[in-house]
């Protein structure tokens, strides 16, 4: 997947059980975030981030969108338990996961494991990814993903 690239579309569950489409959001900046699974150290930070940052992420017109593969149910206790603010998408079959490319091999500790590897798109109000974040280290990286943001809604 390459910037300029349309976007692959998709309909899932959010942490409430209600369906985000991809395409319905057309019209604004989407910022697109996988990360491996909820309520550890890495992806609760990002998760508590992008939530901090959110008026500003709102104020652009933007819409954060956090997926994994945990399930609903543990996307809305992820949620509740640190009051976060993004929408979690369920992506359990994997097959969003699968269509960005971020489903692969991963190791730790000298063992190799299948996992998403966390990564962050920006897609433009017409469905085209703008910026991809292809390995993302989670300290500072709202804050770049937001100015990246207002920079494509309010060109220089």
Same mark, same amino acid.
């Given at each position: 997947?390459?910037?300029? #690239?349309?976007?692959?579309? !998709?309909?899932?569950? #959010? ?7 991809? %395409? ?7 910022? =697109?975030?996988?990360?491996? +699974? ?9 998760? @508590? ?5 959110? /008026?500003? !992420? ?9 997926? %994994?593969? #945990?399930?609903?149910?543990? /996307? $809305? @206790?992820? &949620?509740?338990? /640190?009051?976060?603010?993004?929408? =979690?998408? %369920?992506? $359990? ?5 699968? &269509?960005?490319?971020?489903?692969? $091999? @991963? %190791?730790?500790?000298? @063992?190799? !494991?299948?996992?998403?590897? &966390?990564?962050?798109? =920006?897609? #433009? ?5 703008? &910026?991809?974040?292809? +390995?993302?280290?989670?300290?500072? /990286? ?15």
């Amino acid at each position: 997947m390459d910037i300029g #690239d349309k976007a692959p579309d !998709f309909t899932a569950p #959010d942490q409430d059980g209600n369906s985000v489409t991809l %395409s319905g959001l057309r019209g604004q900046p989407v910022v =697109l975030y996988f990360y491996p +699974k909820d309520d550890t150290p890495g992806c609760t930070q990002e998760a @508590k981030d992008f939530t901090e940052l959110g /008026h500003a !992420f709102e104020a652009a017109g933007a819409v954060v969108i956090g997926v %994994s593969k #945990d399930s609903v149910k543990k /996307h $809305e @206790k992820f &949620r509740l338990k /640190h009051d976060l603010g993004v929408i =979690l998408v %369920s992506d $359990e079959e994997g097959d969003i996961c699968e &269509r960005y490319g971020v489903w692969g $091999e @991963k %190791s730790m500790y000298g @063992k190799t !494991f299948m996992g998403i590897t &966390r990564a962050t798109f =920006l897609i #433009d109000g017409q469905g085209q990814i703008a &910026r991809i974040w292809p +390995k993302v280290s989670v300290k500072g /990286h709202a804050e770049e993903v937001l100015a990246a943001v207002e920079a494509m809604v309010r060109p220089a």
